[in-house]
């Protein structure tokens, strides 16, 4: 099993500032990484795929960087409404497919 | 648009089966992998199995043991049966859809599941 790692579990930034999150896979997963954001009472939200690539509708303060085990999911200046929990996910091996334990950004 | 719909009962009681089922809509069920994921209160995401049109499946070997998931192309609808149930499997229950070595791009809103008695 690919284990995913996250950090920080917790990000405490203001509005308008930079925001870093670290994943990192026990084994490599090329670029087969996605990452995912997911508000209080909603469904997961596809945000990068293939590591760096946007889904439809992202905005582009939304950036994802790295391959093979250490990746990287980049906010460049944080609004209201990015603050949520983000977890990445490989689909590279399985079963199974595994995700991180989540990064939650706050206020 | 892709729309996924999860439904069932939200009250199982230990001991007996949980059984959902996901009802698609705006696209073809016989086109791409269809999975089933859980997420405890207040925990993280974990990935359950899934389905592919041709009535394939892959499961979580955490739960392979108590886990089915089938495919009923005539509705558009997949379902999930998890056996023998304890408190652990309390969660809300989602089904999401794939395509081969891809990330989930569309998400039902989630059902929750309580195993009480």
Known sequence: ?107 | QVELQESGPGLVKPSETLSLTCTVSGVSISSHYWSWLRQPPGKGLEWIGYVYYSGATNYNPSLMSRVTISIDTSKNQFSLRLTSVTAADTAVYYCARHAFKAPFDFWGQGTLVTVSS
């Open chain 1, 1 to 107: 099993e690919v284990v995913m790692t996250q950090s920080p579990a917790t990000l405490s930034v203001s509005p308008g500032e930079r925001a870093t999150l670290s994943c990192r896979a026990s084994q490599s997963v090329t670029s087969n990484l996605a990452w995912y954001q997911q508000k209080p009472g909603q469904s997961p939200r596809l945000l990068i795929y293939g590591a760096s690539t946007r889904a439809t509708g992202v905005p582009a303060r939304f950036s994802g960087s790295g391959s093979g085990t250490e990746f990287t999911l980049t906010i460049s200046s944080l609004q209201s409404e990015d603050f949520a929990v983000y977890y990445c996910h490989q689909y590279n091996n399985w079963p199974p497919l595994t995700f991180g334990g989540g990064s939650k950004v706050e206020i």
